[in-house]
């Protein structure tokens, strides 16, 4: 099942209950939780001078 994107506490709560109703071990279903959130985070353009 898929994760919710986001990256608040939220949908980051959300996903690590769902990862552990899927029988996964509490710590590697926060690192997959985390893992996704910083991946739907928004990327910065870059340094302004």
Do not use: R, Y
Not at 22 to 37: D, M, N, R, T, V
């Amino acid at each position: 099942m898929p994760l919710k994107k986001g990256s608040s506490k939220k949908t980051i709560g959300q996903n690590i209950k769902k990862e552990m109703l899927a029988g996964k071990p509490q710590k590697q279903a926060i690192a997959i939780a985390l893992k996704s959130a910083s991946k739907n985070k928004p990327k910065g353009k870059g340094k302004k001078k």
